[in-house]
Every structure is written in C-alpha cells, then in structure tokens.
C-alpha cells in the first residue's frame, strides 16, 4: 500500500470513532431515541475488510452497523440523520441505529435480529453466482451468532454450492454481557468452518493491515469459485453492549489492557509514526478535519425534518388499503397468521 492508502486507513478508523463519539453523546442529550450499539475498539475489522474490497462488493451486517455504512459510502451526514429518525437519513429516519441500508453502495443492511441476516447474505451470494457478476458478499457478524442455527444453515448451504461470500465474525469476545467461554462450547470460532469444510482464517482484528490481507484472499478466492471463508477477527469493545449497558459485568482490568491495543493509536505508532509517513502533527490536523466533519454531520442532522405524518405507513410492507384488485380477484390486507386469498384460492398463497 502506498503511503496515501496508509493515511486513508487511519482517517477511516478515526472517522469511524469519532462519529461513535459523537452519536453516544447525541444519545445522551436525547437526540437519538431507541437502542444504541457502538463499535469502538473495533475499528480495524471494518476499515481494513472494506479496503480490500471491491465499491460494488455486497455487505450485509449485523447492527452495529454505523461505521459500516459509511465506509460503503453513505455520507456521515445522513447516517446521522437516521440515528435522529429524521427524513434525510439512510432509510428516511424509519430505520435507525440498527437498520442502516444503502442500497446505492449495495449495502443490504444492518439486521437487529442476532445471525437473521446469514441465510440472506448466501442468498444474495447465490445470486451473485447465478448472474456471474463477479461480486463477492460479505457478511458480518458478532461472535455470539455463530452459536444460532442460521449460522449453521449458512455456512452449509454456502460450502455446498461454494458460493462466493466471506463470513467476517468480529469477535469481541462478548455476546452482551456474557463472555465467549460461557457462550460457545468452541471459543475458537473459525474451527466452526471445519464442520462444513469450508477455508478458516483467523485474524488480529486490531491489526487494520492484516485484517486487509485476510480478506483480500478470501474475496479472491470467493471470485475464483472456490467457495467462502470464515474469517474469525479477535477484538475487544471499549463500551458496553449498548449505550443502555452500564458495562458492569467486564473486568475492568481487562478493558484498560485492551485499551493499550487500540487499533486506531496502533497503527498511528508502529505504521505512520515509525515509519516517518506521517508527523504527529499530520495526525493532529486529521483529527481536526475528521472532528469538524462529523460536527457537520450533526448539524446536518439536528437541522433536518421529522418525517411528514403523511408518510408514517410507507414502506413498511405494503400501501395499507382496505381492499385491493389484482388480476380480478379481491386480496384482503394480511393479518399476521392468516392466509391471504388470491387468484390461486384459499388453498393457494399462504
Ligand atoms: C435472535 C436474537 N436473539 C437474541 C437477541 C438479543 N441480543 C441482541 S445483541 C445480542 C448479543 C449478540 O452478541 P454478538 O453476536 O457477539 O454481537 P456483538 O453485540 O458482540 O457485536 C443478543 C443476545 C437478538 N437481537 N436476536
């Protein structure tokens, strides 16, 4: 990588917890409503698998989704606008902290349901295979999904057709409050793949390089039809499970070690710093920059519009009508466990 990339990842990374910075204190003055997962500490995993690959690669995640998003390609501004529920973000404000989606940058989105999103991700990756189009999916997860049975079903369904998807576990070693010894009877997750077969990798998730490495190879490999890749990335989170976790069952011997390997600091010493690319006063004008940016974007969000009353029913699951006509035959609006009547009969769509 040339020394412009080095510094762009470093940006990435201070941009990503800056802007967590900033939502937890927007969460605080009650700017942001509903829940609240932040990833700091985790930076490295997100900046260096982004880096690797391609702008029109597909990426699915689970809801801890902010920094995601943006390195996808949504602006800071209007993923802020989506944390504040208002009009202009991602999702037009319906969505928020857990369901970023941008589908310009084909970012399917942040999922709140734990290991949900596995069996779409395959199916997305499926039908990448299908279409020959080249792009790979990458499916990120935290390390307590990998216990779920949508888990399970994914990864074997993914081997048995060697579809083209990474399966990117961050692994902070927690599933809320629960450490991974309590949670996975394996706490080394990538000799989970061993069951299907699949190729494993594990990685320093605090490492943004080699992050970036691992997951150029399992993208080329996903591109040469040969199959996915578990990559297990090991971390820690600095805060709690959520902005509404006082974080009280950690050890707080264990977060203040984990803080001396924060990826961001890391990086800035043994690449940047040691290997004169940067000046601690380049860095501290990046700070600047990347401070003023995301203040920008909670300007942007706290100046924006509520989203008109007007449009409170669309996009939910369909124009809410009282009856509808398709094809002559009358479709009543579903109930949630009723059958819905359609030109095929009772019998036919359920
Ligand atoms: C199917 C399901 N079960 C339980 C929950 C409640 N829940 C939300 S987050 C979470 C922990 C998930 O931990 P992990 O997958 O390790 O991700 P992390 O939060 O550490 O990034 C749980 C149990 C949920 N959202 N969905």
Not at 25 to 30: F, H, L, P, R, V
Not at 231 to 236: I, L
Not at 306 to 329: C, F
Request: proline letters at 3%; charged letters at 20%; aromatic letters at 8%.
């Amino acid at each position: 990588m040339d020394n412009q990339s080095l510094i762009s990842l470093y940006r990435k990374m201070l941009l990503v917890r800056v802007f967590e910075d900033k939502s937890a204190e927007m969460y605080t003055k009650a700017r942001i409503a509903g829940f609240l997962h932040l990833t700091n500490g985790q930076e490295a995993i997100a900046v260096g698998a982004m880096s690797a690959l391609n702008a029109d690669d597909d990426l699915f995640t689970h809801y801890r989704d902010h920094g995601y998003a943006i390195l996808k390609g949504a602006s800071p501004e209007s993923v802020m606008a989506e944390l504040f529920g208002r009009a202009t973000g991602t999702t037009g404000g319906r969505g928020g902290s857990m369901h970023l989606i941008h589908m310009d940058t084909n970012y399917w989105g942040g999922y709140a349901i734990v290991g949900g999103h596995l069996t779409l991700a395959s199916g997305v990756a499926a039908a990448n295979q299908f279409h020959g189009n080249g792009r790979v999916v990458t499916c990120v997860m935290g390390d307590g999904s990998t216990n779920i049975g949508t888990f399970h079903a994914a990864l074997n369904w993914a081997q048995l057709w060697k579809l083209p998807i990474i399966f990117l576990v961050e692994n902070n070693q927690f599933a809320m409050g629960t450490t991974i010894r309590n949670h996975s009877a394996l706490p080394d997750v990538y000799r989970k793949a061993d069951g299907y077969g699949m190729a494993a990798e594990q990685v320093d998730g605090n490492d943004v390089l080699a992050v970036h490495d691992v997951i150029a190879r399992a993208a080329a490999r996903g591109r040469a039809g040969e199959g996915p890749t578990l990559v297990e990335a090991v971390t820690y989170r600095h805060r709690g499970h959520s902005m509404a976790d006082p974080d009280v069952q950690r050890d707080k011997a264990e977060i203040a070690d984990w803080k001396k390997r924060d990826p961001i600091h890391r990086f800035a010493n043994e690449v940047l710093l040691k290997r004169g690319i940067a000046s601690p006063q380049d860095l501290e004008e990046i700070s600047a920059e990347v401070e003023a940016r995301v203040d920008k974007a909670a300007e942007f969000a706290e100046n924006s519009p509520e989203p008109a009353l007007d449009t409170l029913y669309k996009h939910i699951y369909m124009e809410p009508v009282s009856n509808m006509q398709v094809g002559g035959s009358l479709i009543r609006p579903p109930q949630i466990g009723a059958r819905v009547a359609s030109s095929e009969g009772e019998n036919g769509r359920q």
